[in-house]
Every structure is written in structure tokens, then in C-alpha cells.
């Protein structure tokens, strides 16, 4: 049985972009009211009493958009510093990373995940949402300053949609043949836009694979990441070519890891609600953390039998309407 040791925790539910994958278009979300998010207090108190008594080692920061949450700095700062923390990294869109990576590596993070769907600023506006003005030059110098601040690895998160941005696939793995960046390809889920979603949303990455490698060939990598991506060189490249492909191959029986929502939420499946815990309202209710520790134990004994196959339940048709910005990607 896999040991669970990874929580993701989501700080905010609110984006400053609108990609059409992960939020419905046009529609007004709900968003978690300030009062109703777990208080930075509460969060740390959770991840101390909680979640490190219990194994928990290694902690993701994201959101929606994790920078836009008041006082990440500080936060990450009193995770970073926890003697149990054995690994910290945060999932971002970058539009804020210009100003913010360098306070984020002082306060001790040293791996970001950083979303970036397209090189092409019209596909990206596109995917992004338009805002009066393109968000695509701000996102790359982002990603520019993380490097030179030190974030290492440095990944890319790609989101391949078919007809927006398929043909880019050659374009972004070449990425990583002269930097020491780490692109990941990520199958669209069903989750957040239903709209979206049809028989051929997603590409299975073994297409894309065969792409590559009838371009440069592709080697399995001997960098091995310890999450659901298969990882994969063009063959002398300094960086490495991921696949997360949770539609064409589950990987339900490697998941280590559990989400907790920006409004304190921990969900033991991306995708299936069963025994999810509002640890917020509990811990307002008075209840000790000695006790939500035992029903959160008591969660981690059931989740090797509550996955993404089963996710009927919570859902129509297996298509969630639940955001990923809600639920904490
Ligand atoms: N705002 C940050 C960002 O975009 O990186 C963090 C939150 S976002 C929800 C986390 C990850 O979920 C991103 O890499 C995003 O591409 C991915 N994501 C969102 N919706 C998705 C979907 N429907 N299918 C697959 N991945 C999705
Ligand atoms: Fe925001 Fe990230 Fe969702 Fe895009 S994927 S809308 S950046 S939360």
C-alpha cells in the first residue's frame, strides 16, 4: 500500500486568470468569503498537530492562484522552517512571479510549478482569458525570474487541448533541450468546464510521445519524479519531458496524496468525495485537534479504496463540476 505523505493544500480559490479548462466560461463563481477560508492560524495549526503527527512530509501550495492569497510569504516561511518539512513547492500561473520569487526563495521554497499553456500569446490570451491587455509577456518574464532566482527544477505545466494548443507540443518540449526546465504534459480532465469536455478533449500522451519522438527521439529519463508523471529526455537535453496521464493510464494505486481546500476541505480524491472532512467548520466548532486527527487517520485507513473510478459519485457522467481553482489542482 502506498504511504500518503503529500497534502495540496489550496490557500485561495480565486485566479487571477480564467483558463477555459479549469473555470466555466462566462458563469460568476461562488467564491469562498474571506471569513470562510482557513485562517493562516488555523492552516499551520492543522499542518502541525494534523498532518505531520500523521506523516505527512511534503506540502503543495496552489489554488486557485496561491500568490494572491495575503501573507503566502510568511506562510511559506513558517512551512519551510517546520523540521518535518522534508519538501515544499508551490503550483502558480507566474503573472505575479516577476515581483514575488525572490521574497518566495528567501522564505525557504525552492521548487515551483509554474502553468504556461502556449508560447503563442494569441493562444494563450485565448486559453488565459483576455483582460484588456495580454497576460502572456508579465506570465514569461515570470518564469524568467523564477530561473534566475534559483528555482530548481523549474517545471512547466501544459495543459494539452486539441485544436488550441496541440500544435504547440514540438514547440514547448524544446524547451527543455538547452534549459534546465522540466515541462510537463497534462491530460485534460473532466473537472471545471463541461462545456469543454467531449469524447475528444483530451490527447492521450502517448500520441504526443510519438510525436517527439518522430522529431528528436526520447529516452526514459533516469530524473524520476516522485509524483504521476512519467518523465522522459530528448536525447541530450538538459531538461526532462513529463507526461501526467490520469484520462489514458489510472494511476490511482501510486496516489500518495490528499487536498485540502482553500476553505478547509481535505478531500481524499481529486475526483470522488467519499469521507471528505470540513476540518474548518469542525475546528470552529470547538473540536480538539487530537480528535480531527483520528478522523483524519481514519480517512487515510479508506482511501486505498476511494478513487478516480468510481468517481460517479459527486459527479454527472463522470464530469465534475467542481473547479480545479476550487477544489486546490
Ligand atoms: N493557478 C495555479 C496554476 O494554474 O498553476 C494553481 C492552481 S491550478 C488549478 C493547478 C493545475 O491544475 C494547473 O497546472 C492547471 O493547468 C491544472 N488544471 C486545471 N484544470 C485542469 C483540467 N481540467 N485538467 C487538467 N489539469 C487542469
Ligand atoms: Fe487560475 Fe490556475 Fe485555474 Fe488557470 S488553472 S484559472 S491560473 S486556477
Given at each position: 500500500m502506498n504511504r500518503v505523505d503529500y497534502l495540496r493544500i489550496?490557500?485561495?480559490?480565486?485566479?487571477?486568470f480564467r483558463c477555459q479548462y479549469c473555470l466555466p466560461q462566462g458563469a460568476e463563481l461562488d467564491y469562498v468569503l474571506q471569513q470562510d477560508l482557513l485562517s493562516q492560524e488555523e492552516l499551520l495549526n492543522l499542518i502541525k498537530e494534523v498532518f505531520i503527527p500523521l506523516g505527512f512530509t511534503k506540502f503543495r501550495l496552489t489554488g486557485?492562484?496561491?500568490?494572491?492569497?495575503?501573507?503566502v510569504i510568511q506562510l511559506v516561511e513558517e512551512i519551510a522552517n517546520?523540521?518535518?518539512?522534508e519538501d515544499l513547492s508551490m503550483t502558480t500561473?507566474?503573472?505575479?512571479?516577476?515581483?514575488?520569487a525572490q521574497d518566495l526563495h528567501d522564505a525557504g521554497l525552492r521548487r515551483i510549478n509554474i502553468s504556461l499553456d502556449s508560447l503563442n500569446q494569441e493562444t494563450f490570451d485565448r486559453i488565459?482569458?483576455?483582460?484588456?491587455?495580454?497576460r502572456w509577456q508579465q506570465t514569461w518574464e515570470g518564469i524568467q525570474t523564477a530561473y534566475e532566482v534559483g528555482f530548481a527544477p523549474l517545471k512547466l505545466n501544459v495543459v494539452v487541448i486539441p485544436g488550441i494548443n496541440d500544435g504547440e507540443i514540438e514547440d514547448l518540449a524544446q524547451l527543455t533541450i538547452n534549459r534546465h526546465w522540466h515541462v510537463r504534459f497534462i491530460e485534460f480532465m473532466p473537472i471545471g468546464n463541461p462545456d469543454l469536455f467531449n469524447d475528444r478533449a483530451w490527447i492521450p500522451s502517448e500520441e504526443l510521445r510519438q510525436r517527439i519522438r518522430g522529431k528528436w527521439g526520447l529516452i526514459e529519463s533516469r530524473i524520476k519524479g516522485n509524483g504521476p508523471a512519467d518523465v522522459f529526455q530528448i536525447p541530450g537535453a538538459k531538461g526532462t519531458l513529463g507526461f501526467i496521464s490520469q484520462m489514458s493510464e489510472c494511476f490511482c494505486d501510486r496516489c500518495n496524496r490528499m487536498r485540502l481546500s482553500a476553505d478547509g476541505w481535505l478531500r481524499p480524491c481529486l475526483l470522488n468525495e467519499t469521507g471528505q472532512i470540513d476540518l474548518k467548520t469542525a475546528l470552529r466548532q470547538g473540536i480538539k485537534l487530537p480528535q480531527l486527527k483520528q478522523q483524519v487517520a481514519q480517512l487515510l485507513e479508506i482511501k486505498p479504496n476511494i478513487?478516480?473510478?468510481?468517481?460517479e459519485s459527486g459527479t454527472d457522467r463522470g464530469i465534475s463540476h467542481r473547479t480545479m481553482s476550487q477544489i486546490g489542482g
Amino acid at each position: 500500500m502506498n504511504r500518503v505523505d503529500y497534502l495540496r493544500i489550496s490557500l485561495i480559490d480565486r485566479c487571477n486568470f480564467r483558463c477555459q479548462y479549469c473555470l466555466p466560461q462566462g458563469a460568476e463563481l461562488d467564491y469562498v468569503l474571506q471569513q470562510d477560508l482557513l485562517s493562516q492560524e488555523e492552516l499551520l495549526n492543522l499542518i502541525k498537530e494534523v498532518f505531520i503527527p500523521l506523516g505527512f512530509t511534503k506540502f503543495r501550495l496552489t489554488g486557485g492562484e496561491p500568490l494572491l492569497r495575503p501573507g503566502v510569504i510568511q506562510l511559506v516561511e513558517e512551512i519551510a522552517n517546520l523540521s518535518q518539512t522534508e519538501d515544499l513547492s508551490m503550483t502558480t500561473n507566474g503573472f505575479l512571479l516577476s515581483r514575488m520569487a525572490q521574497d518566495l526563495h528567501d522564505a525557504g521554497l525552492r521548487r515551483i510549478n509554474i502553468s504556461l499553456d502556449s508560447l503563442n500569446q494569441e493562444t494563450f490570451d485565448r486559453i488565459v482569458g483576455t483582460f484588456g491587455y495580454s497576460r502572456w509577456q508579465q506570465t514569461w518574464e515570470g518564469i524568467q525570474t523564477a530561473y534566475e532566482v534559483g528555482f530548481a527544477p523549474l517545471k512547466l505545466n501544459v495543459v494539452v487541448i486539441p485544436g488550441i494548443n496541440d500544435g504547440e507540443i514540438e514547440d514547448l518540449a524544446q524547451l527543455t533541450i538547452n534549459r534546465h526546465w522540466h515541462v510537463r504534459f497534462i491530460e485534460f480532465m473532466p473537472i471545471g468546464n463541461p462545456d469543454l469536455f467531449n469524447d475528444r478533449a483530451w490527447i492521450p500522451s502517448e500520441e504526443l510521445r510519438q510525436r517527439i519522438r518522430g522529431k528528436w527521439g526520447l529516452i526514459e529519463s533516469r530524473i524520476k519524479g516522485n509524483g504521476p508523471a512519467d518523465v522522459f529526455q530528448i536525447p541530450g537535453a538538459k531538461g526532462t519531458l513529463g507526461f501526467i496521464s490520469q484520462m489514458s493510464e489510472c494511476f490511482c494505486d501510486r496516489c500518495n496524496r490528499m487536498r485540502l481546500s482553500a476553505d478547509g476541505w481535505l478531500r481524499p480524491c481529486l475526483l470522488n468525495e467519499t469521507g471528505q472532512i470540513d476540518l474548518k467548520t469542525a475546528l470552529r466548532q470547538g473540536i480538539k485537534l487530537p480528535q480531527l486527527k483520528q478522523q483524519v487517520a481514519q480517512l487515510l485507513e479508506i482511501k486505498p479504496n476511494i478513487n478516480f473510478q468510481q468517481r460517479e459519485s459527486g459527479t454527472d457522467r463522470g464530469i465534475s463540476h467542481r473547479t480545479m481553482s476550487q477544489i486546490g489542482g
